[in-house]
Nanobody, 120 residues
Framework: QVHLVESGGGLVRAGGSLRLSCPAS????????MGWYRQAPGKQRELVAT??????TNYADSVKGRFTISRDNANTVYLQMNSLKPEDTAVYYC???????????????WGQGTQVTVSS
């Protein structure tokens, strides 16, 4: 089994910062792309940022210049969020493409989400 567990969410005032973390654990042979999505009340889940195993990044236009995605060699993906706005309020989910065995199939795994609330 594979587990992704987000942490670092909370309540912050507009203009503030938060750093989300999401370590992947369990039966892991390799990890491909990792990413962050978010879902605000009444809205569909949307892409925030992704990072490939080679370090290439992609961001939603709404967060470019404010958020930074990164990953380390310990199977953890991070999301540094600066200059937060009330419209960033959402549940944030991490995801990863994980292969559990050398010849086994890969799959997309998701965390349970962490709430980020930005007050005006």
């Amino acid at each position: 089994q594979v587990h992704l567990v987000e942490s670092g969410g909370g309540l912050v005032r507009a203009g503030g910062s938060l750093r989300l973390s999401c370590p992947a654990s369990g039966s892991i042979f390799s990890i491909g792309a990792m990413g962050w999505y978010r879902q605000a009340p009444g809205k569909q889940r949307e892409l925030v940022a992704t990072i490939t195993s080679g370090g290439n990044t992609n961001y939603a236009d709404s967060v470019k210049g404010r958020f930074t995605i990164s990953r380390d060699n310990a199977n953890t993906v991070y999301l540094q969020m600066n200059s937060l706005k009330p419209e960033d309020t959402a549940v944030y989910y991490c995801t990863a493409e994980i292969q559990s065995a050398p010849l086994g199939p890969g799959g997309d795994y998701w965390g349970q989400g962490t709430q980020v609330t930005v007050s005006s």
